[in-house]
């Protein structure tokens, strides 16, 4: 299994990015994929989750009503999409995979993940 990010760069606070991760591999809807970020000094925290089946997701608090998460199982690849973003945005941003039993598993700890992306720089100006 492999993972692919992208989608990141420099945008003004109050705009959007979208990420995007690909998965290389079989059996793609029984992975739950997750999106991490690891700011500057700081530890890396989770984002965004979302089950196999693509409709369970949960979310940092900080990023509720901000950020969406998707995926197209079809095209192995799953979305983060960032609206309104704030400075305190600014990070890499990670996507994880892990294999479940059931697509309609979601998972949030980071330790759980066993496949993980290279990151993509995501950086908000004010």
């Known amino acids: 299994v492999q993972l692919q990010a992208s989608g990141g760069g420099l945008v003004q606070a109050g705009g959007s990015l979208r990420l995007s991760c690909v998965f290389s591999?079989?059996?793609?809807?029984?992975?739950?994929v997750g999106w991490f970020r690891q700011a500057p000094g700081k530890d890396r925290e989770f984002v965004a989750a979302?089950?196999?089946?693509?409709?369970?997701?949960n979310f940092l608090e900080g990023v509720k009503g901000r950020f969406t998460i998707s995926r197209d199982n079809a095209k192995n690849m799953v979305f983060l999409q960032m609206d309104s973003v704030k400075p305190e945005d600014t990070a890499v941003y990670y996507c994880?995979?892990?294999?479940?039993?059931?697509?309609?598993?979601?998972?949030?700890?980071?330790?759980?993940?066993?496949?993980w992306g290279q990151g993509t720089q995501v950086t908000v100006s004010s």
């Open positions: 994880g995979a892990t294999w479940t039993s059931s697509t309609r598993l979601m998972v949030t700890g980071e330790s759980q993940y066993k496949y």
């Open positions: 979302i089950s196999g089946s693509g409709d369970i997701t």
């Open positions: 591999g079989r059996t793609f809807s029984h992975y739950a």
